[in-house]
């Protein structure tokens, strides 16, 4: 039996849970300003089960909508920051991502992404990650990042 209620709000973030099987928890997170995002791709912004929050895909998008300009690098940024903002919603920071899947639209722009990526984790333990060149589905995106992160980190 599955049934769904409103668990959390937080003003701008309202946390529903859906009940599946009566074992799994699994929460999807609204947050105002980027439900417009949302409603054009026709995905969750992200989904939590199991104390795991799944990151939907991010771009470097600004806030109309637009690939930001200044190359992989500034795209880089822009997608991590989205990525950052649903964690923070959720009362979470880039220290609970455990597994980051990277699309690349062409190999020339790995070196320069991954430094962008390993400042933006610096000082702290590097998510698993996987690096795929694909192509995207809008003309001058260069990067789309999806991640996995954990709500009670365990310590290894």
């Known amino acids: 039996m599955s049934s769904c209620r409103i668990t959390k709000n937080w003003g701008r973030c309202r946390i529903y849970t859906h009940t599946l099987l009566e074992s799994i928890n699994k929460a999807c997170v609204s947050t105002e300003g980027v439900m417009v995002m949302i409603d054009i791709t026709k995905k969750s912004q992200c989904r939590a089960a199991g104390g795991l929050v799944f990151l939907s895909g991010r771009a470097g998008l600004d806030e109309n909508h637009r690939i ?16 950052e903002g649903t964690l923070e919603e959720r009362g979470l920071d880039r220290s609970h991502i455990i597994k980051a899947n990277v699309f690349l639209s062409g190999k020339e722009y790995f070196l320069e992404f991954n430094r962008v990526y390993s400042e933006f984790f610096a000082g702290l333990e590097l998510p698993a990650r996987r690096t795929i060149v694909a192509e995207l589905i809008m003309d001058d995106c260069l990067i789309e990042i999806d991640a996995v992160a954990c709500s009670n980190k365990a310590t290894e």
């Open 68 to 83: 930001v300009s200044g190359g992989i690098a500034a795209q880089t940024r822009m997608a991590l920051r989205h990525l």
